[in-house]
């Protein structure tokens, strides 16, 4: 059951719970620019207002956390005007320029952003028991598809559906959303996206409808370390004070809860540490096929 958009979250994005606990916290100029063309100012004497402060002057928003499955994002959820604006030409030049302005030293870490990551072995590795020899493959939120595993498998056809524009590797093909549903695919790769989503269980309601029985999805998420270190704090909520392109931190029992809702089964779930930008970083890969299909892992 998808849940319903709201722009202003009022239950969890993942599970659908109503017990959400919330404190205040900023959005990161560079998204607030992109999305809505706010810029931060300084307030001073002259503007002549009584009873504020003068001071740096960002974006107000929540931080929530859902007392439920314990997911921790922000209150805002993006609508599709705002998601496209946000992600147009995602990393190309206007998006890294203006990231750069207010993040120096963005321009030479995206260079090696856009050059893929080093860990694909991991991730074939972690999917093969559960795929055949030859498969269909949809990246949904793929980019160019240079982190598509299996792509260059002899025999395999990739699909990349992607809402940023950007072209693609030329072993792929670039598909439209309403072209996706006219195919099934073997496996659906949803990676290093729904941490960027506003309602990261609808995404996945969507994908079932491109499933057969025999469909497995592929979910990638990042452990962030101010989960990975405060899980078990009461402090966590109240640590994180600013927002940036990841809007949904996930633990482990959110993303349980949010495949199970979405009527999907865990066939396999492990929690990776994976080199990235100079340094290890923990990362969720979780398998999945629909509920219906024959699996022994309810334990999950």
């Known amino acids: 059951m998808k849940i319903a958009y709201d722009h202003i979250a009022t239950v969890c994005v993942?599970?659908?719970s109503q017990d959400l606990m919330r404190s205040p916290a900023i959005l990161m100029p560079f998204i607030a620019d992109r999305v809505y063309q706010w810029?931060?100012?300084?307030v001073d004497e002259s503007w002549g207002l009584q009873t504020i402060n003068s001071g740096h002057a960002y974006p107000l928003c929540n931080?929530?956390?859902c007392g439920n499955c314990q997911l921790l994002f922000l209150d805002i959820r993006f609508g599709e005007a705002e998601m496209a604006r946000l992600y147009e030409s995602y990393r190309g030049e206007s998006y890294t320029?203006?990231?750069e302005s207010y993040e120096p030293?963005?321009?030479a870490r995206n260079k090696n952003l856009v050059l893929g990551v080093e860990y694909l072995d991991q991730v074939e590795s972690f999917l093969a028991p559960h795929l055949p020899e030859v498969v269909k493959i949809l990246d949904w939120g793929g980019g160019t598809g240079i982190n598509t595993p299996f792509r260059r498998n002899p025999g395999n056809v990739t699909f990349i559906y992607d809402l940023s524009g950007?072209?693609?590797e030329a072993d792929v093909r670039k598909i439209s959303k309403s072209a996706v549903y006219q195919n099934k695919y073997d496996l659906v790769v949803c990676s290093s996206l729904l941490e960027h989503t506003p309602y990261p269980r609808n995404v996945l309601a969507e994908i079932k409808q491109v499933m057969?029985?025999?469909?497995v999805v592929y979910i990638e998420v990042p452990l962030e370390k101010i989960v990975e270190e405060n899980h078990l704090n009461s402090d966590l909520l109240k640590k994180k004070r600013h927002w940036h392109e990841h809007i949904n931190f996930f633990s482990e029992r959110s993303i349980k809860e949010m495949i199970t809702s979405a009527g999907m089964h865990i066939l396999s779930f492990r929690r990776e540490k994976i080199w990235l930008e100079g340094s290890f970083h923990s990362q969720f890969l979780v398998a999945c096929c629909l509920k219906e299909?024959?699996?022994d892992l309810d334990a999950f």
Request: proline fraction near 4%; include cysteine.
């Open 293 to 295: 299909s024959n699996s």
């Open 105 to 107: 030293g963005y321009r």
């Open 63 to 65: 931080s929530l956390l």
């Open 39 to 42: 810029k931060p100012v300084v």
């Open 166 to 168: 950007v072209e693609v």
């Open 14 to 16: 993942c599970c659908g």
């Open 97 to 99: 320029a203006l990231r």
């Open 212 to 215: 057969t029985i025999n469909s």
